[in-house]
């Protein structure tokens, strides 16, 4: 497992960074992604898992990482890249990440969620306005606010920003969580690649207190108000359920008419109406 120990120095680095927000949570977590890749990809299901178990905890905070971030080498030995769009193209849909973070970071991170929703589940191929803006539909996003800051330095200045965290932060694969305790000092964990829900289980339960760790036992209904579509695959993972089990369910909210199923090429998944 690449894990270590992150100095001091890194860790005044993270707390001063401009665009971390006061939260009153003893773990923030800053997952390092780069958005167009498969990996990020297969990273969601334990991203949305950690957030409903363990976001009275702790804050999950993405930083965008472009392949041109000095990583390109790096970024060819990640699996299937998402190629649709040009260098060029890849950076403005970044930038677009940045401005609906302004916004706030769950709104930014509803955003990274839908957008790739449209890339890696309905994979049509459609032109980066658009994509921009039906990333946007299923936001809590003001739109006029979003618009204008998609125009302004504040979304350039935001991504320069994730850039020198990396940097400072020597990523050199993605996806990279660094856990870093607010209140605890000389204490973080850096952890690359993909890894077991339990491996970062583990590393949260160190850096709390075990005696009053007490994760939250998530409801079908509180993951349908913060995700409008998802995979029978991660129901199953999320709720430590059969696939037979996780269909089952699924299959009944449809005929209550709470879901639909949508068949897209090779993805078939499911929506909130």
Avoid at 79 to 100: C, G, P
Avoid at 175 to 200: C, N, R
Wanted: hydrophobic share 40%.
């Amino acid at each position: 497992m690449n894990a270590f120990l992150m100095n001091n120095q890194s860790t005044k680095t993270d707390i001063t960074h401009s665009t971390i927000e006061q939260i009153n949570k003893p773990i923030i977590i800053y997952y390092f992604v780069h958005p167009f890749s498969n990996t990020y990809w297969q990273m969601e299901p334990i991203i949305k898992k950690l957030t409903m178990e363990y976001g009275a905890f702790c804050s999950i905070r993405p930083v965008i990482c472009p392949s041109s971030l000095n990583l390109q080498e790096v970024c060819k030995h990640e699996e299937q890249v998402h190629s649709s769009f040009a260098l060029v193209e890849q950076q403005t849909i970044l930038l677009a990440i940045k401005a609906a973070a302004l916004q706030g970071n769950k709104t930014g991170r509803d955003y990274l969620r839908n957008l790739q929703d449209y890339l890696f589940l309905y994979q049509t191929d459609i032109d980066i306005t658009t994509l921009i803006h039906q990333a946007c539909d299923h936001t809590n996003i003001d739109l006029h606010e979003f618009e204008r800051d998609l125009q302004s330095i504040s979304a350039k200045k935001a991504f320069e920003s994730d850039i020198q965290l990396a940097q400072e932060m020597e990523i050199e694969q993605f996806p990279t969580l660094v856990f870093l305790g607010q209140h605890i000092e000389d204490y973080s964990m850096k952890i690359a690649g993909l890894h077991t829900y339990e491996t970062y289980t583990f590393i949260l339960e160190e850096m709390l207190n075990k005696e009053i760790m007490e994760k939250s036992k998530p409801s079908l209904e509180d993951f349908f108000k913060l995700y409008n579509r998802f995979k029978t695959e991660e129901i199953a993972f999320i709720f430590e359920i059969s696939i037979k089990k996780a269909e089952k369910i699924l299959k009944q909210l449809q005929l209550m008419q709470q879901i639909t199923k949508i068949n897209n090429g090779s993805n078939t998944f499911w929506e909130i109406i």
